[in-house]
């Protein structure tokens, strides 16, 4: 079965530069979260969007956007890049904001 | 806001035995969804067991069951005949039922209970 994809799946990135991670979600699956997991910490939830449209928000820094595409792919855009944002990216898909989300194998952002 | 709480950081198991994991957590919704989450060393989120809190059932898969007590707030995980490949990360995690603002809640995870299985 389709699994949800993200990439590249490592980023090594210096401080000030600028990153974009991809999703692609599960086929037919309208809604998309983003999640950031700092080493040795409990994922924390960034953003939501359902059919294309900012849903939820949670504690997404300002240097970070993302958005929703067409075909409902969705890119989580970081700027000014700090050390501290050195973590592992999720994306997870679910349909119709259903409870069951379902996650990517993450992207792993190292900022040197 | 909600919080959820997992008071064991590290729980250690002999393989073939029962363990349980415990997670408590705090909202003043009536409402809502609660999961364990498994990551292994590769830090996949794989989804163990979810429970709708409407329901009085308690939900099992395979030899995974949880003990919910919703008037206490509290969700524990037992694992039963714990194999080795049952080592990983455990998260609890809270998702609300509704939609604030119309959108999908993302969910709330614990700091998580690292299981060691000894074989």
């Known amino acids: 079965a389709a699994g949800v994809i993200q990439s590249p799946r490592h980023l090594i990135k210096e401080k000030r530069e600028t990153a974009t991670l991809k999703c692609y979600p599960i086929p037919r699956h309208d809604t998309v979260y983003w999640y950031q997991q700092g080493p040795g910490q409990d994922p924390q939830f960034l953003i939501s969007f359902y059919e294309k449209m900012q849903s939820d928000k949670g504690s997404i820094p300002d240097r970070f956007s993302a958005q929703q595409f067409s075909d409902y792919h969705s890119e989580l855009n970081m700027s000014s890049l700090e050390l501290g944002d050195s973590a592992l990216y999720f994306c997870?898909?679910?349909?119709?904001?259903?409870?069951?989300?379902?996650f990517g194998q993450g992207t792993r952002l190292t900022v040197v | 806001a909600q919080t959820v709480t997992q008071s064991q950081p590290e729980m250690s198991v002999q393989e073939a035995e029962t363990v349980t994991l415990s997670c408590t957590y705090d909202t003043s919704e009536s409402d809502y969804y609660l999961f364990w989450y498994k990551q292994p060393p590769s830090r996949q989120m794989i989804l163990v067991i979810r429970q709708e809190a409407y329901k009085q059932q308690n939900a099992t898969e395979n030899r995974f069951s949880v003990n919910f007590q919703k008037a206490a707030k509290s969700f524990s995980l037992k694992i039963s005949d714990s194999q080795l490949g049952d080592a990983a990360m455990y998260f609890c995690?809270?998702?609300?039922?509704?939609?604030?603002?119309?959108?999908?809640?993302?969910?709330?995870f614990g700091k998580g209970t690292h299981l060691i299985i000894q074989p």
């Open positions: 997870a898909s679910s349909r119709d904001r259903g409870y069951e989300a379902f």
């Open positions: 995690a809270y998702r609300t039922r509704g939609y604030s603002g119309g959108g999908a809640d993302g969910l709330t």
